[in-house]
C-alpha cells in the first residue's frame, strides 16, 4: 500500500509537472542575451545581419524599398543601434 | 540531420564545458538543449508557476554561460545545475512571498465576493490546481526535497549532495512532505480524484 501510494505520488507530480512545457523561443532569447553580454565580440557577429525568421530573397523586385526598410530596422534591433530616418 | 551536426549533437556534456569556458555560444545552445527540460521542471515545481519558471531558465543557463570557468568540465554538469536552479527557485518563492503576499492578501479581501461565483468554483475544481496547491502548501524545504525525488527521480544520496544536507535530514523532510502532500491528495485513504485517475491509464 505504501508503495503503490508512493508510485502513484510520483506519477501524478510528473503528470502536473508535465503540462507545462519550456517556451519556444528560450533558446533564442538565451543565446542572443548570452552573445549581448560576451566578452567576446565575435560572437555577436553570428546573429548580425542574419535573418532568421524572413528570406529576403522570396520578395518581389517591386517590394525592394519594404524590404530594405525592414531590414534596416531589424539590423538596428539586433546590434543595438539606432537608425534615424529623416 | 546533417553529418557535422550529429558530431556536435554527440560531443559530451565536458567537451561542451570546455568549448564553452572558450568562448563558445554553440556549446551553450548544445546544452541547453540537452538539459532545458531538467531546470525548467525542477524551477515549476518548486515555484509553481510557468513564467517564473522560463526566467529562471534562462537564468540558470546564462549564469552556466557567465560563469563556465568555475565549473568543473570532468565532473557531471547535472548536480550544476540542479543546485543552481534550487537556490534560484528558492531565491524567487521567497523574494515573492516577501513582497506580494500582503498584496494578494489585500487582492483576496478585495474580491472576497468573487469566491461565490460558478466561475471561481470552477477554477477551484481543477484538480491539477489542488496539485499545484498540495505541493506549494509545503515548506520550502520539504518542497525541494520532494521535487528532486518524485518529480527528477534522484537518490538521497544525490539529493543529499545537491543541497548539501546530510542523507538523515533528506530523509526526514522527504517523509514529512510525502506525508502532508498524500493527505491532501487524500492518497492515505487510497481515494484519487477521477480528473487525474484518467492520466494514469
Known amino acids: ?86 | 540531420m546533417s553529418q557535422g551536426a550529429a558530431v556536435v549533437e554527440a560531443k559530451s556534456d565536458s567537451q561542451l564545458i570546455f568549448s564553452l569556458q572558450a568562448g563558445s555560444l554553440d556549446a551553450l545552445g548544445i546544452l541547453y538543449d540537452r538539459h532545458r527540460g531538467l531546470v525548467f521542471r525542477t524551477a515549476i515545481a518548486i515555484t509553481g508557476d510557468s513564467e517564473a519558471a522560463a526566467d529562471l531558465l534562462q537564468d540558470v543557463f546564462l549564469r552556466l554561460h557567465r560563469f563556465a570557468g568555475h565549473v568543473d568540465p570532468l565532473r557531471p554538469l547535472e548536480p550544476w545545475l540542479y543546485r543552481m536552479t534550487t537556490n534560484l527557485s528558492y531565491t524567487w518563492v521567497k523574494r515573492r512571498q516577501r513582497w506580494l503576499r500582503p498584496l494578494e492578501d489585500v487582492a483576496d479581501w478585495l474580491a472576497g465576493a468573487r469566491k461565490d461565483t460558478p466561475a471561481y468554483q470552477a477554477e477551484m475544481d481543477d484538480s491539477w490546481r489542488q496539485v499545484q496547491q498540495a505541493v506549494l502548501a509545503l515548506p520550502l524545504s520539504h518542497r525541494g526535497v520532494v521535487v528532486l525525488y518524485y518529480v527528477n527521480d534522484l537518490s538521497l544520496q544525490e539529493i543529499s549532495e545537491i543541497l548539501d544536507i546530510p542523507v538523515g535530514t533528506v530523509k526526514s523532510r522527504l517523509h514529512y512532505g510525502r506525508q502532508a502532500l498524500k493527505q491532501r491528495l487524500g492518497l492515505l485513504a487510497g481515494e484519487i480524484m477521477p480528473e487525474l485517475q484518467i492520466e494514469f491509464t
Open chain 1, 1 to 86: 500500500m505504501h508503495k503503490k501510494s508512493d508510485a502513484l505520488l510520483g506519477k501524478l507530480l510528473k503528470n502536473w509537472v508535465n503540462r507545462h512545457a519550456p517556451p519556444d523561443n528560450g533558446r533564442a532569447r538565451l543565446l542572443w542575451e548570452a552573445a549581448r553580454t560576451s566578452p567576446n565580440k565575435v560572437d555577436l557577429d553570428l546573429f548580425l545581419y542574419r535573418p532568421q525568421y524572413k528570406s529576403y530573397s522570396s520578395s518581389p523586385s517591386s517590394d525592394w524599398a519594404q524590404t530594405l526598410f525592414t531590414w534596416m530596422n531589424e539590423c538596428s534591433f539586433q546590434g543595438s543601434l539606432k537608425v534615424r530616418l529623416i
